[in-house]
C-alpha cells in the first residue's frame, strides 16, 4: 500500500514538474494579444505633475487597511532613506511608494511606484498554483489563499513588485497593489491612490484611451517631455504607464527591458531559477494532483457504476 | 464634538463673509478681493485666497482664468485656438472643472462640442497645478499647509500630529 502510493506520487511529481514547463504556453493563448484585454483600464502617470507629497501612500494605507506607517505620510524624511543601497521598494505593508531622484535637468523629480499590472503579467505565468489572474478590467490580482509563498512571482516581475509577508507562518504570501480591485475597480470606479492625488499626477480610464492622451500631452508640449511613454511597450504593454520630464533612467526605471512579454523567457528563466525553487513547483503539483486525483477517482466510480448497467 | 461645532459656526460665519464680500467687490471691480475657497475642504480647510493681491501681482487674469475674462490668452497652446477678446459666461474654477475626480466630462468631454478638450483636470488639481505651479515658478507658498492647514480628518489620514505612530521609527524601519 504506501509502496503503490509512493510511487504513485512520484509519478505525479514528475507530471506537475512537466506540467510547470507546460503552462506558461498555454496562459499565453488564453490571454491572447499584446494589447491586454480591449477595454481594460488603465493609469497614466504623469511625473512632471509629482510634487511628492505622499498623499497616494496614505490613501493606499488607508483603502487597503495595512498596518500603521513607521512614520507618517506627511514626514518627507523618508525620501533620504536607503535600503541594502537602493530607495525604498513596494512591500507587503505599503503597496507604493514615493522615491525623489536628482536629476540633472529639472533637480528634484518625484516617482510613485506600484503594480504596473502588465498586459501579460510575469507574475501570473511565472506561478504554478494559478494565484494570479489578469481581469478584464486590466487588474492584476491573486488569490492569497491558494499562494503556497514559493516566491517565483518575485523573481518573475520585471519591476520588482511584489512583496512578501513573513507575519503568518502557516500562510505566508505574496501582497501587492491590486488596483484596487476588491473595493473600487470592480464597480468603475479609480483606485484610492488616484483618487486622493492633489495634482492628478495620475489619469484613470481606459489603456487606449489614455494613451492617446499621453501622446497628445507630448505633442502639445514637446519641450517639456522626453519622447517616451514608459509602459507603452515594455514587457509587452503596462496598464499604468508613464511620462516624464527627464530621461526614465534617472528615475530609476529599467530601460532595457524587452519589447516582448516575460512570458516568452520563461522557460529559459525556470531553467536558472535554483534547484530548491524548479523543485517546489513539482513537489507542489504532485501533492495537488494526488489530492484531486482522490476526488476524479469518486467521480470515475460513480460512472463505471452507471456502465455496470448497461 | 464641541471643536466640529465650533468649526462648523466660524466656518459658515466665514463663509456669509466671504459671500458679502463677493458680491459687494463684484459689483465694484469685476472681481472679488478674496476668495474663500471651502468646496472641497475634507483632509484640509478650505483657503482664503487673496484675489486682489494676486491681481496685483499678475500681468494677466488669463494666468488663472484662461481666455475667460476677455483678456487674452497666455499659454501659448491654447492661443492656436482662443484669441481671448471674447468672455465666458463661465468664469469660477468651481463651475467648469468637476470636483468629482473621475466624472467622465473630465476626462472625456461629450461628442462634438468638446472634441478639443479631453484632458481638463479635476477641480482639485485644477487648482494645485496653477496656484502651485506658479508658486513653484515665481517663489510663492508651495509646502502643503502655507495655505490650508490640516484638519483632524486630515492628521487621521496621514497619521500625523495626534495620530503619529508612537514607535521609534529607526527602530520600526528594519522589520
Given at each position: 500500500m504506501s509502496k503503490i502510493s509512493r510511487r504513485k506520487f512520484l509519478a505525479g511529481s514528475v507530471a506537475g514538474g512537466a506540467a510547470v514547463m507546460m503552462t506558461p504556453a498555454k496562459k499565453a493563448l488564453a490571454a491572447g494579444s499584446f494589447e491586454g484585454f480591449p477595454d481594460g483600464m488603465g493609469v497614466l502617470v504623469d511625473f512632471t505633475r509629482c510634487v511628492g507629497c505622499r498623499t497616494c501612500e496614505a490613501a493606499c494605507n488607508k483603502e487597503q487597511n495595512l498596518p500603521a506607517p513607521a512614520k507618517p505620510f506627511?514626514?518627507?524624511?523618508?525620501?533620504?532613506?536607503?535600503?541594502?543601497?537602493?530607495?525604498?521598494?513596494?512591500?507587503?505593508?505599503?503597496?507604493?511608494?514615493?522615491?525623489?531622484?536628482?536629476?540633472?535637468?529639472?533637480?528634484?523629480?518625484?516617482?510613485?511606484?506600484?503594480?504596473?499590472?502588465?498586459?501579460?503579467?510575469?507574475?501570473?505565468?511565472?506561478?504554478?498554483?494559478?494565484?494570479?489572474?489578469?481581469?478584464?478590467?486590466?487588474?492584476?490580482?491573486?488569490?492569497?489563499?491558494?499562494?503556497?509563498?514559493?516566491?517565483?512571482?518575485?523573481?518573475?516581475?520585471?519591476?520588482?513588485?511584489?512583496?512578501?509577508?513573513?507575519?503568518?507562518?502557516?500562510?505566508?504570501?505574496?501582497?501587492?497593489?491590486?488596483?484596487?480591485?476588491?473595493?473600487?475597480?470592480?464597480?468603475?470606479?479609480?483606485?484610492?491612490?488616484?483618487?486622493?492625488?492633489?495634482?492628478?499626477?495620475?489619469?484613470?480610464?481606459?489603456?487606449?484611451?489614455l494613451m492617446n492622451i499621453a501622446h497628445e500631452r507630448m505633442r502639445k508640449n514637446p519641450e517639456k517631455y522626453v519622447d517616451h511613454i514608459y509602459g507603452e511597450k515594455e514587457v509587452g504593454g503596462t496598464g499604468w504607464f508613464y511620462i516624464s520630464g527627464v530621461p526614465f533612467e534617472e528615475l530609476g526605471f529599467d530601460t532595457h527591458l524587452p519589447k516582448e512579454p516575460i512570458i516568452n523567457n520563461v522557460k529559459d528563466f525556470l531553467a536558472v531559477v535554483p534547484m530548491v525553487l524548479a523543485i517546489w513547483p513539482a513537489l507542489f503539483t504532485g501533492f495537488h494532483l494526488l489530492a484531486t486525483k482522490g476526488k476524479s477517482h469518486g467521480h470515475g466510480d460513480d460512472h463505471s457504476h452507471g456502465e455496470e448497467g448497461h | 464634538m464641541v471643536r466640529a461645532g465650533r468649526q462648523l459656526i466660524t466656518g459658515l460665519g466665514v463663509l456669509l463673509l466671504s459671500a458679502v464680500l463677493a458680491v459687494g467687490c463684484f459689483a465694484m471691480d469685476d472681481f472679488p478681493d478674496e476668495v474663500e475657497i471651502d468646496s472641497l475642504a475634507n483632509l484640509y480647510d478650505g483657503v482664503v485666497f487673496d484675489h486682489a493681491m494676486h491681481v496685483d501681482m499678475t500681468e494677466n487674469c488669463a494666468d488663472c482664468h484662461h481666455h475667460t475674462t476677455g483678456t487674452g490668452v497666455v499659454d501659448e497652446y491654447c492661443a492656436k485656438c482662443h484669441d481671448g477678446a471674447e468672455d465666458g459666461d463661465t468664469v469660477a474654477c468651481q463651475d467648469c472643472h468637476s470636483a468629482n475626480p473621475v466624472s467622465p466630462e473630465n476626462f472625456h468631454s461629450t461628442p462634438e462640442a468638446y472634441s478639443y478638450h479631453d484632458d481638463k483636470p479635476n477641480l482639485k488639481a485644477a487648482y494645485h497645478l496653477n496656484c502651485v505651479g506658479c508658486h513653484q515658478d515665481v517663489g510663492g507658498p508651495t509646502g502643503c499647509e502655507d495655505c490650508h492647514a490640516k484638519t483632524d480628518a486630515g492628521e487621521k489620514y496621514y497619521h500625523s500630529g495626534e495620530y503619529a505612530p508612537k514607535q521609534d521609527p529607526h527602530q520600526a524601519a528594519h522589520h
Open positions: 506627511d514626514d518627507y524624511s523618508v525620501f533620504d532613506e536607503i535600503h541594502h543601497g537602493q530607495p525604498r521598494r513596494p512591500t507587503s505593508k505599503a503597496y507604493t511608494v514615493v522615491n525623489r531622484y536628482e536629476t540633472k535637468e529639472e533637480g528634484p523629480v518625484f516617482r510613485k511606484i506600484q503594480c504596473n499590472h502588465c498586459n501579460e503579467p510575469a507574475c501570473l505565468t511565472s506561478c504554478f498554483v494559478n494565484a494570479y489572474t489578469k481581469t478584464p478590467e486590466g487588474a492584476v490580482i491573486y488569490n492569497s489563499k491558494v499562494c503556497v509563498g514559493c516566491r517565483n512571482c518575485m523573481i518573475a516581475c520585471p519591476f520588482h513588485i511584489p512583496g512578501y509577508t513573513y507575519e503568518s507562518v502557516i500562510n505566508p504570501v505574496i501582497k501587492k497593489c491590486i488596483f484596487c480591485y476588491d473595493t473600487r475597480l470592480k464597480e468603475g470606479r479609480p483606485p484610492a491612490c488616484v483618487e486622493s492625488c492633489p495634482q492628478q499626477v495620475m489619469t484613470f480610464g481606459k489603456r487606449a484611451e | -
